[in-house]
Each structure stands twice: as C-alpha cells, then as structure tokens.
C-alpha cells in the first residue's frame, strides 16, 4: 500500500457538490449522502465493516445524473441486530423517505369502499320511500363519495426502498428485509453472507471488544482485506478504504464488529428471489467462498451478476460493471428513472433533502481536513447537475396546480389527484378494476333499489286484495247469518 494517500480528483469533486447530511435520532448519529431526484425511489447502500457513506461515492456521482435518488449512509453506532432494525426504521421515517404508487389490486379494501357507498345509498333509499326527507341529498352523496376514494388513494401510499449491501452491510439488509418485509422492494448482495457464526468463532474476544483500543481494532479490521500486488485500480481502492478505516473512531469500529461476531442468520424472506441480485467477485474478498455459495443456495431465483475480477471493493474498483448492474436491477424491480428532474444545483449546494439546511450549518463548522479523504465543506459555486430541491415529500403538500383530474363517478363527481400520483406506475387492469367498480356498483345499488321498489309495490298490492278479500268474506258470513 502507499505510504501517503491523496484523495482521487473524483473524490474531491464529489465532496465538493453533495452535501454530507448529519442527524440525531435519538441517541443515533447518522451520516449520510442523498442525492438525484426525490420522486424515484431510493436506492440505499450499506457499506461493510470497513466502509463509510463516501465509499459509495462513484455510485452516488453516476447514478443520479441518470436519474436515479441513491443515498449512502453510514451504519450507526448499534450493538445488537435488533437495535439496527429499529434504528435504521427510525432513520427511513426521519429523511421521510416513500415511493408513491396507487395500487387497486387490494380488493378487500376495495370491497369494504364499495359496501360503504352501497350502504349510504340504500340508507338514503330507504328514507325517500318512506315519505321521509332523504338522509343525504345529490350532491352530500357526491362529495362523500369523492372523499372515500380520496382517502382510499392515501392509504395505499406504500414505502419501498431498494437495499445495496456489501459484506456486513449486505447481512444488514437482509435483517431488515426479513423484519420489515413491508418497506423492502428488492435487495442487491455483494460479497455478503447468510449468517455470523464463523465470524463469531473466529473472534473468541468478541466479549471484550468494546473495550480494546482503536489501533487493535482497526490492525483487525485492515488484516481481512487482502494484502498483495494489485492491479492499479484496486490497489487504490484498497488504499481509499484503509483511508476511510482511520477516520472511524473506537466506538463505531467495536459497534460494527460486534454486529459481525454476534450469532445470527437470516430466516426465510417473503421477498420474492426475482427482486434479489447477487453481485460478488471470483478472485478473491474477505467473505469466504463457503459463505458466498450459501447466499446463492438460498436465493436460487435471484440474477446472478458476478464479476471477474474486482477484489473487495468492486464498487471502486469496477464502478462501471456495478453501475450496469444496478441500473439493470432498479430496471427489472420497476424502478423508473427521472432524468427530466437532474437540475443544475443550487447555490448552496443542497441536494433536495428536508435536513439539509441543518446539514449545511453543521458542515460549516467543520474546516477542510488533510488529504486524508475526509473532507466536510463543499463548494458552493459549482454546476453539476443536481436533482430538484423543491419536490414535497407529502400529499398535502403538493400545490392545486399540479392536480389532474380523475374520473371518480357517475354524474359530476371528479376527483382532483396530484400528477405525481398519476405518472407513477398505474398497470392497465388497475385501471379497468377501479374503472370497473366505479361503473359496476352504481348499477347494482340501482337495480337492488329497484327491485326492492317492486317487492314492496307486489307486497302492498298483495295486502290491499287480501283486505278486500277479507271485506268480501265478512260481508257474505253475515249475510249467511
């Protein structure tokens, strides 16, 4: 390795046009990158045990400026799988991360909307058969009607993330796919494993590791990364790691090898193997070839997208084939890019994300460092495209002049819908199924109405002839008395 690193230019560029955004979450600091357009859903990445959020940064740089929002998040200081679950839950809620699509295919909340309006109908029937002033006049019935389906819209907003993980990140993601099967669309394993019990058996001072000084834990950590002659792009990558490795402090190296040396393994995930891509290297990482062929036994169904050479940390070494292969899976998982929405940035460097004003105050205080790779100021003054820093993060935000309108009814009732909500991915027989019920149920509440108007006109008629009968049978019974 070289005895004195200097930051690639890359790097530096990078550092200077995406902000590092710093939050507290309870007792949890988070250090992330998010950058491209708010309205595509995210592609997080996880760095491994050695990594950082900036590691990822070519994925950062190429990836938005095709459209794609990717945010690289340090991995917070946790000392328990189940504490990560919870915190990085938190985490998503804080950056208020979701990814807007209506979905009608839930035909049980479906139904239950219909039976609303059904009943509300034949209630309000029921009161104008009955000489009674109707419960609910035209236009009442409309506006409820334009307000269930409102509401039924909201309800199906979904969360979806797309989770990038390498080695220790990649075992994170699947704990948390296996926990919060809800808010993970798909998964992207790199040089990961399925469990941690060789990691545990190999290191028998796991009990005391909170407790052992920085330079031991950061001689173990640099020991797993493979020491040799390497070819020039993965020995810098190598040495940008090692970089990263010494801006770590004591307490977030302990945290990460105590989540590497407590035993667990992943169950069962109700994510499909279709939505899973196994991305790893055939010359040689720090997971061992056990682990890896283990991963791709239990993911049988996942794309399997391996990579020749690479090393550990292919994602700098390789940052074209693992961009290909990440816009291929986003692709697959209907993941669909924004490039209209990659703008110029702004003057302060933002890009787009709701702490970022915190952010850039926080960022302010710190000076320029070494040539060390740990640079905390960008510039200001410069055009890379960026994505758009406007986007609302919630229905009621969006302003009335981005509303289409949306056929919702029978007569005048029309439902105003924000366009964002209507260009996201609404499948054809969504359509025809909503379509359908709207058109299908006022047609049964009419002929349910009606044919309850002629029972009860057969029932009246009925009674009136058994009462005349009843009058004629009287009349000759006293005439025969």
């Given at each position: 390795m070289k005895g004195v690193f200097s930051a690639p230019g890359d790097f530096v560029h990078f550092k200077s046009q995406v902000p590092l955004h710093k939050i507290p979450i309870g007792t949890k600091q988070w250090r992330y990158y998010d950058f491209g357009p708010k309205v595509v859903p995210p592609l997080i990445c996880l760095p491994g045990t050695a990594g950082?959020?900036?590691?990822?940064?070519?994925?950062?740089?190429?990836?938005?400026?095709?459209?794609?929002?990717?945010?690289?998040?340090?991995?917070?200081?946790?000392?328990?799988?189940?504490?990560?679950?919870?915190?990085?839950?938190?985490?998503?809620?804080?950056?208020?991360?979701?990814?807007?699509?209506?979905?009608?295919?839930?035909?049980?909340?479906?139904?239950?909307?219909?039976?609303?309006?059904?009943?509300?109908?034949?209630?309000?029937?029921?009161?104008?058969?009955?000489?009674?002033?109707?419960?609910?006049?035209?236009?009442?019935?409309?506006?409820?009607?334009?307000?269930?389906?409102?509401?039924?819209?909201?309800?199906?907003?979904?969360?979806?993330?797309?989770?990038?993980?390498?080695?220790?990140?990649?075992?994170?993601?699947?704990?948390?796919?296996?926990?919060?099967?809800?808010?993970?669309?798909?998964?992207?394993?790199?040089?990961?494993?399925?469990?941690?019990?060789?990691?545990?058996?190999?290191?028998?001072?796991?009990?005391?590791?909170?407790?052992?000084?920085?330079?031991?834990?950061?001689?173990?950590?640099?020991?797993?990364?493979?020491?040799?002659?390497?070819?020039?792009?993965?020995?810098?990558?190598?040495?940008?790691?090692?970089?990263?490795?010494?801006?770590?402090?004591?307490?977030?190296?302990?945290?990460?090898?105590?989540?590497?040396?407590?035993?667990?393994?992943?169950?069962?995930?109700?994510?499909?193997?279709?939505h899973i891509t196994i991305m790893d290297t055939n010359d040689y990482c720090a997971t061992p070839q056990q682990l890896k062929d283990q991963l791709s036994e239990r993911y049988s169904g996942a794309r399997q997208a391996y990579m020749k050479t690479g090393g550990d940390f292919p994602f700098l070494s390789r940052p074209d084939e693992v961009n290909l292969h990440l816009q291929l899976h986003l692709r697959r998982v209907g993941v669909e890019a924004q490039p209209d929405l990659v703008r110029g940035i702004s003057r302060d460097g933002s890009g787009g994300d709701p702490s970022e004003s915190n952010d850039r105050k926080e960022d302010s205080d710190n000076p320029p460092q070494d040539d060390e790779g740990n640079f905390e100021s960008p510039s200001t003054e410069s055009q890379l495209p960026a994505p758009e820093s406007s986007e609302p993060h919630s229905l009621n935000e969006l302003p009335l002049s981005t509303a289409k309108c949306c056929f919702a009814g029978q007569g005048d009732a029309v439902i105003l819908l924000p366009f964002p909500l209507l260009r996201e991915q609404i499948t054809v027989s969504e359509i025809l199924l909503q379509l359908t019920l709207v058109t299908l149920v006022p047609h049964l509440v009419g002929w349910f109405t009606n044919a309850h108007d002629v029972n009860c006109s057969r029932i009246n008629a009925n009674y009136e002839s058994y009462k005349k009968s009843s009058r004629i049978l009287r009349i000759i019974r006293g005439k025969d008395e």
């Amino acid at each position: 390795m070289k005895g004195v690193f200097s930051a690639p230019g890359d790097f530096v560029h990078f550092k200077s046009q995406v902000p590092l955004h710093k939050i507290p979450i309870g007792t949890k600091q988070w250090r992330y990158y998010d950058f491209g357009p708010k309205v595509v859903p995210p592609l997080i990445c996880l760095p491994g045990t050695a990594g950082t959020a900036e590691v990822y940064y070519k994925q950062i740089m190429a990836l938005s400026m095709k459209g794609y929002r990717v945010i690289s998040v340090d991995i917070p200081r946790v000392w328990n799988h189940h504490e990560w679950i919870q915190a990085f839950e938190k985490f998503l809620d804080a950056i208020d991360v979701h990814h807007v699509r209506i979905s009608f295919t839930a035909y049980a909340s479906t139904a239950s909307f219909s039976f609303c309006i059904l009943f509300l109908v034949c209630f309000n029937k029921y009161h104008m058969m009955h000489e009674m002033p109707a419960y609910l006049d035209h236009k009442s019935m409309n506006e409820i009607y334009i307000g269930f389906t409102i509401t039924y819209c909201e309800r199906k907003v979904s969360h979806f993330i797309h989770l990038y993980g390498t080695s220790l990140g990649g075992f994170l993601a699947q704990l948390f796919a296996q926990h919060r099967p809800r808010r993970v669309r798909s998964l992207v394993l790199s040089n990961t494993f399925l469990d941690t019990h060789s990691f545990a058996a190999a290191m028998p001072w796991a009990p005391i590791v909170s407790w052992t000084p920085s330079f031991l834990l950061k001689r173990y950590v640099l020991t797993g990364i493979h020491d040799g002659p390497h070819e020039p792009f993965i020995a810098d990558s190598v040495d940008f790691v090692v970089c990263q490795v010494e801006t770590l402090s004591r307490e977030d190296l302990a945290s990460r090898l105590t989540l590497t040396a407590d035993s667990a393994s992943v169950g069962n995930l109700l994510l499909s193997d279709s939505h899973i891509t196994i991305m790893d290297t055939n010359d040689y990482c720090a997971t061992p070839q056990q682990l890896k062929d283990q991963l791709s036994e239990r993911y049988s169904g996942a794309r399997q997208a391996y990579m020749k050479t690479g090393g550990d940390f292919p994602f700098l070494s390789r940052p074209d084939e693992v961009n290909l292969h990440l816009q291929l899976h986003l692709r697959r998982v209907g993941v669909e890019a924004q490039p209209d929405l990659v703008r110029g940035i702004s003057r302060d460097g933002s890009g787009g994300d709701p702490s970022e004003s915190n952010d850039r105050k926080e960022d302010s205080d710190n000076p320029p460092q070494d040539d060390e790779g740990n640079f905390e100021s960008p510039s200001t003054e410069s055009q890379l495209p960026a994505p758009e820093s406007s986007e609302p993060h919630s229905l009621n935000e969006l302003p009335l002049s981005t509303a289409k309108c949306c056929f919702a009814g029978q007569g005048d009732a029309v439902i105003l819908l924000p366009f964002p909500l209507l260009r996201e991915q609404i499948t054809v027989s969504e359509i025809l199924l909503q379509l359908t019920l709207v058109t299908l149920v006022p047609h049964l509440v009419g002929w349910f109405t009606n044919a309850h108007d002629v029972n009860c006109s057969r029932i009246n008629a009925n009674y009136e002839s058994y009462k005349k009968s009843s009058r004629i049978l009287r009349i000759i019974r006293g005439k025969d008395e």
